[in-house]
C-alpha cells in the first residue's frame, strides 16, 4: 500500500515552491488572521424594590413570573446576591460606578435626616444627591470601546447636568432625578424625560416597548440596554384586567396583595416581551441577559419572607435580592451559585464580558466572570454596606424608624450588624439562621469582634463619613 506520507525533504521543496510562485504573481502577503468576533449585546433589566422572594425562582408561590424564570433557568442563579444598600440612589450608584457607597457619598435617598428630629440621637452624615461626573460609568466605558447605549426608565442620580445623558447613555427614555413615577403608572406621567403616550398607557409596557426599538435600531452593533424599570416602587397600581386574576388566587403566606402581584405579572412580561424580540431579532444567542434589583421589598407591598425586614434595613429583607444572568454558550443552562455577591461586582463583570479594559477607575467589586464560566472560584472576601442616616417607617407601620445609623459586614456564612446610636452588634450565621432570628454577638465573640474589626478597618480606608452624637 502506498504511503500518504510525504518526505519532510520533498515537503520542504514544495512549500518552498509554492511560496517562489506566489511571490511571482505579486501576492506573497501574509494570510488574513481570523476575524475577530464583536463583543456580546448587554441587556441589564433592573427592578426598583423587588424582593429576593418576589419571583418564582426564590420560592413565591403567589407572584406569577414565568419570564424571569425561565430567564433564569436558562442561564445562572445567584441566591446570595445583594443590593449596595437598602434603599434606591445609594445602591444605583454604586452599580453604575463599581464603588462602594463611601466613595462617591451618595448614602440614602434625599435628606439623611429623615423623620422626626426629637426622634433622632445623633446627627448622620451628609448626604449627596448627584453622582458627581467624574466617576466613569459603566455605560461611559462601554461606551468608549463602541457599544450604543440606551438607558430607559429610572435614574434617580441627579437632576439637570447629571441625567443618564450625561453620563455615557447616548439614549435617554424617562430617566430624571425622581425615584418614583410622580404622575403614577399610567399615562399622562409628568415625567420630563418622557412623551406621555395615550391616555391609560401602562408605564412598565411603554418602557418596554421603547427599549424593544433601541434594540431593533442598534441590532448591527454591539449595544448595552439599561431597562431601569419604576416598577414595582410606590404607588402600587397595575392594570385592572391582571388584578382581577389575584384577587381569586390564595395568598402565599403575607405575599397577598393582588395589585402589587398585577405589577409583578406587568414585569415578567416585560423580560418575556424583550427576551422573544431578541430571539426574533437572531440575537438572543449575542446578548447576555442580566436580571436584577436594588434593594429589597417594600413593607407597604410585599412579604420577604423568610428574609427579615424590608427595603430600608440591613437585614436580608432589605438587602438580599434577586439575581440571574444568561448568556447562551458561556453559561450552562441550570446553575445555582450560593458564593455571596453583590451590586459592585457587576461593573468590573460587563467590562470582563465586553473585552473592555477598565479605566483608571479601580471598581470595589470583582467580576463574577469565573463563577459565570465555572471555570474558578472568587477570592475569599468580604461585603459591606454603610447606612449612616435615618430612614423613618412609612405611613401607617409603627414605630419611629426602618433604620437608624448602622454598617454590616458579611463574610462566609456570618454578617455583623453595627447599630451607630449605641454600639449594639448583632452576628448572624446566614447558613444556619437566614431568617436572623438568633443573635451570636454574645455566644460568639471572637467572631463578632473580627468582624466589627473588619468593618471599622473599612470605613477607614474609604473614607466612609460617620454620624454623630447630638
Not at 374 to 384: E, P
Amino acid at each position: 500500500m502506498r504511503s500518504t506520507i510525504i518526505p519532510l525533504a520533498a515537503a520542504l521543496l514544495v512549500v518552498f515552491a509554492g511560496s517562489m510562485f506566489v511571490g511571482c504573481m505579486g501576492e506573497n502577503r501574509p494570510m488574513p488572521a481570523a476575524a475577530k468576533l464583536p463583543p456580546p449585546n448587554i441587556v441589564l433589566l433592573y427592578f426598583d424594590d423587588l424582593g429576593w422572594k418576589d419571583v418564582g425562582f426564590n420560592g413565591s408561590r403567589y407572584y406569577e413570573t414565568p419570564n424571569i424564570d425561565r430567564l433564569a433557568s436558562e442561564g445562572i442563579i445567584f441566591t446570595d446576591a445583594y443590593a449596595n444598600a437598602p434603599n434606591c440612589a445609594p445602591s444605583r450608584a454604586s452599580l453604575m460606578t463599581g464603588l462602594y457607597a463611601p466613595r462617591h457619598k451618595i448614602y440614602t435617598v434625599g435628606s439623611s435626616a429623615r423623620g422626626r428630629e426629637e426622634n433622632r440621637r445623633m446627627v448622620p452624615a451628609p448626604n449627596t444627591r448627584e453622582l458627581a461626573l467624574h466617576f466613569v460609568t459603566v455605560a461611559e466605558a462601554l461606551r468608549e470601546a463602541g457599544y450604543t447605549t440606551g438607558h430607559f426608565g429610572k435614574w434617580h442620580l441627579g437632576g439637570t447636568g447629571f441625567h443618564p445623558e450625561d453620563q455615557g447613555f447616548g439614549v435617554n427614555v424617562g430617566g430624571y432625578f425622581s425615584g418614583s413615577p410622580r404622575g403614577g403608572y399610567f399615562s399622562p406621567y409628568s415625567n420630563p424625560a418622557l412623551v406621555d403616550g395615550p391616555e391609560g398607557e401602562y408605564l412598565t409596557d411603554r418602557l418596554t416597548h421603547e427599549a424593544m426599538a433601541f434594540i431593533s435600531g442598534n441590532r448591527a452593533r454591539p449595544f448595552f440596554l439599561f431597562l431601569s424599570h419604576y416598577a414595582v416602587h410606590t404607588p402600587i397600581q397595575a392594570k385592572a384586567d391582571l388584578i382581577a386574576g389575584y384577587e381569586a388566587k390564595s395568598p402565599d403566606g403575607r405575599q397577598n396583595n393582588p395589585v402589587y402581584a398585577a405589577m409583578i405579572e406587568s414585569a415578567d412580561q416585560s423580560v418575556g416581551q424583550v427576551l422573544n424580540h431578541l430571539d426574533t431579532l437572531g440575537l438572543g444567542d449575542d446578548t447576555v441577559v442580566l436580571f436584577f434589583s436594588d434593594n429589597g421589598g417594600a413593607m407597604q407591598a410585599t412579604s420577604n419572607e423568610p428574609l427579615r425586614g424590608h427595603k430600608g434595613m440591613l437585614y436580608e429583607g432589605g438587602i438580599r435580592v434577586p439575581l440571574a444572568i444568561r448568556w447562551p454558550g458561556e453559561i450552562a443552562p441550570g446553575r445555582v451559585e450560593d458564593t455571596p455577591v453583590i451590586g459592585i461586582d457587576l461593573y468590573p463583570t460587563l467590562l470582563d464580558i465586553a473585552g473592555v479594559e477598565r479605566p483608571g477607575q479601580r471598581p470595589d467589586g470583582m467580576s463574577l466572570m469565573p463563577l459565570l464560566t465555572g471555570t474558578d472560584v472568587l477570592s475569599a472576601r468580604s461585603l459591606y454596606w454603610h447606612f449612616p442616616a435615618y430612614l423613618e417607617m412609612p405611613r401607617g407601620f409603627p414605630g419611629p424608624w426602618r433604620t437608624t445609623p448602622a454598617g454590616a459586614i458579611r463574610r462566609g456564612d456570618f454578617k455583623l450588624i453595627e447599630f451607630f446610636e449605641d454600639g449594639t452588634l448583632e452576628l448572624y450565621n446566614l447558613r444556619s439562621d437566614i431568617q436572623e432570628t438568633s443573635n451570636l454577638a454574645e455566644s460568639m465573640p471572637e467572631m463578632a469582634e473580627v468582624l466589627h474589626e473588619r468593618l471599622q478597618a473599612w470605613r477607614e480606608e474609604t473614607g466612609a463619613d460617620m454620624p454623630l452624637p447630638k
